[in-house]
């Protein structure tokens, strides 16, 4: 091999690696997060919801961000999943949570997967269409088989067991946080790999260009089928997560509000790199702790507004403001200083 | 001699359009044919069909003499058969290095393969780099494809089209939009091709078909006009009163 | 029987009536409204406020309806709508739920979050006996005043010159303003008649679909349905589509009202596996 080929070898193995690498900020925010289980215990039920609704719009950037699929039922996945998990531990099927969440997971999962190949056939508009008529007809269906859901009351009195017959789910929320971050790690790691897998990339492709992502040989209606059914099942825990941390599963986990909120809350943190989800939830939740406090029932107008704003001033713009920070990334990133300094050594040696 | 592609009796109707209009072309293993043709005549459709963008009206497809008249786009590049576009059809969020990267590992079957990191096969890595090295590519891989010059990209849509390592090309106006200094770079690169791979080539310059093919065949109105020997064809006068035809309505 | 078949056909046509103004704008412009409904809820109000407060006759509060909507649509066409129509649908689908929310919010805040309605006059009122079918006045008017509206639509839109230029448009904008055609009036003025449109249907509907603020978040399925599964290559289209949508959802509703809330979606996925561009999307047509 030349010594040109093998440069450019290296370089691409390198890049192509780079994509992978942890960023120090990514290891920051981790350590952060975990530290918050110390650091503030007093607000571990309000974290408790960050957590889940982080997850919760982690699944939705794998369609929107990764594959390019619009949604406005995400909250159908949701649902399922909240509801099977609280019918689990109602009816004492699955008593040990870790268990009956991943049930309730897959249950989810098996309704993307049917629903998939609907909201595959045609444009953005019957994708619209098909989400939100089926996060409806879910709905729907919980709402008339009361005497299995508790129809519009909620499913109530439900007891949660202890996390692998271990850790009680207390009144403060504690272990419920942590149960929470750690099914949050756990599954983010999950997506980041993905996302970084030849698999991942084929969805940005098929997302920039269906045409000729068919052909360079992608099937991409499978592509499709694959991804929304593992963000159905990303949802359906989110959804069971809240279920067994509030003991309580209700209509309003299928809401329209909860899957337009949740497109708010990943355009707030930005699609596409995975932390968008998790930095929206925090965002989202600050600011609807703080409005909802001014204006609890004019709460929506602000969100309406906010949307409007983001994209009338353009959603780069908006974004720019993590400008700073991704500055001080690129600084705290000693490695690829050094790898920049190395570069620059070599081309002077040339 | 085998054929590699042959249609039979093809028609795509549009409306009341007649764009493809019972081609029966046959391709020869290893071929250099040109297609060439007015505007409009139906070329571009022609390889819609034969890559499965559009389902043709009537009419099949062999390939290596399989039917693949039923078979999705996907499935017909697996089969060792691909396209380029016209106007280029790229990754604008991929860099070169990424597009190239994802053709390969999709030939290798690693599609579905979501837990390795893109790239991380040394077999791979040295045929994405070997790409990229042929086709100029190397200096602009980390860049963004939306920002490429348009020369670049270019080549990066003929590039990722010979990452898939077809037996059978279809090129459609490879040269287009290229300034005529930069245009060599990607006739060296289809030059270079292994001679067993097919080639079919559609150009609107007489200077590249007639240095390329072996065969051209002429399309004119969605109907197979005249075939033959470059010299034939270019001898032929109802081919020059077509493209007379044509200059004479500029 | 023939009573839901009437009654399905009134709603069908009421839904014609709310929804034509969002097809034509999504074949016009490719542009996913969302806040479709709000248009139809400013009509509304506005002839319950007209009619309740003011005293205006409720026939007179109608075509006001319309005006109201149609200057509302012509103000957020030049002011919002006009800065995304060549963006991504992902945009136009945040900017248009953003509408949808601030305009149930803001329409609490004025109007308070019950239902209301429009007093209609005695004629209107009760049912009379047609061989046999029992025939709702205001369902009647209903069906006159939209059958009247689709007929002068279709009119339009083919006899016309505004509407062989919209028809332009529809084809091919590059081409269509090639020919000097003013493309962005032909928006803004189809914009601005699509929005009137929902207003008088909203004003009609106060009657039959209730009016409260959240009136855009329930109905916006049933638009989304007509206008997919109707196509927006012609008005026919979400024509049909409506009627079918009114009849089917009326009679689940009557026959099995435990499960008619499914209807809708049985329609939704049956089609959508049938015929994935529409029932009488253009491909189809041939
Ligand atoms: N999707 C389509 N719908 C309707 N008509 C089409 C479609 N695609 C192509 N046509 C028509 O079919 C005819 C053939 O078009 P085509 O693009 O195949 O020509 P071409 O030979 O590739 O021309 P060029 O040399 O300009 O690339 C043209 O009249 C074109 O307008
Ligand atoms: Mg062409």
Known sequence: MSSATSSILRRASDSLSARVRWHPLEIIFWIVAFAMIWLMPTRHLIMTEIAWLGLFALSLDLIVGYAGIISLGHAAFFGVGAYVAALLAKHELINEPVLALLVAGLAAMAVGFVTSFLVLRGTDLTRLMVSLGVALMLRELANQFGWLTGGADGLQGVVMQPILGLFRFDMFGHNGFVYCLVVLFVLFLVARRLANSPFGLSLVAIKNNPLRAAAIGIPVDQRLIVIYSIAAFYAGIAGALLAQTTSFASLDVFSFDRSADLLLVLIIGGTGYLYGGLIGAILFKLMQDYLSVLTPQYWPFWIGALLVAMVLIGRDRITAWNAPLRHLAAKLDWRATRRAAAAAAAAEDR | ?250 | MLTILFDGVAYGMLLFVLACGLSVTLGLMNLINLAHGAFAMAGGYATVVLVNNFGVPFFLSLPLAFLVAAVIGLVMERAVYVHVYRKPHLEQVLLTIGLVFMAVAGTDYIMGSTQVFAQTPEVLQGQFQFFGVGIGRYRLLIIVVCGVLAIGLQAILTKTRFGSRLRAAVDDQRVARGLGINVNAIFALTFAFGSGLAGLGGALGTEILGLDPTFPLKYMIYFLIVVTVGGTSSITGPFLASLLLGIGDVAGKYYVPKLGAFVIYTIMIVVLIWRPNGLFSRASTK
Not at chain 2, 131 to 149: K, Y
Not at chain 2, 230 to 242: F, M, N, Y
């Open chain 2, 1 to 250: 001699m085998a054929l590699a592609l042959q249609t039979k009796g093809l028609v795509k109707k549009f409306g009341g359009l007649t764009a493809t209009n019972d081609v029966s072309l046959t391709v020869e293993k290893g071929a250099r044919h040109a297609l060439i043709g007015p505007n409009g005549a139906g070329k571009t459709t022609l390889i819609n069909l034969l890559s499965g963008v559009q389902k043709p009206t009537a009419g099949r497809i062999l390939l290596e003499g399989d039917d693949i008249t039923g078979l999705s786009q996907h499935a017909r590049v697996r089969r060792g058969m691909v396209r380029t576009f016209q106007i280029n059809q790229l990754f604008g969020d991929l860099t070169p290095l990424e597009t190239i990267g994802l053709a390969v590992s999709e030939r290798n079957g690693l599609g579905m393969d979501w837990w390795r990191v893109a790239g991380s096969k040394r077999a791979l890595l040295e045929e994405i780099s070997s790409v990229l090295e042929r086709f100029h590519l190397a200096d602009v891989m980390n860049e963004r494809t939306a920002i490429l010059p348009y020369g670049k990209q270019r080549l990066l849509e003929i590039a990722v089209a010979i990452a898939c390592q077809p037996r059978v090309l279809l090129l459609d106006e490879p040269a287009a939009g290229v300034p005529e200094d930069e245009r060599h770079e990607i006739l060296a690169s289809i030059a270079a091709l292994p001679a067993d791979v097919t080639v079919l080539l559609i150009e609107h310059d007489m200077d590249i078909v007639f240095s390329f093919a072996q065969k051209i065949s002429v399309l004119v109105n969605g109907g197979l006009f005249v075939e033959g020997l470059p010299d034939d064809v270019a001898r032929d006068p109802r081919v020059k009163a077509v493209y007379l035809g044509e200059e004479a309505h500029v």
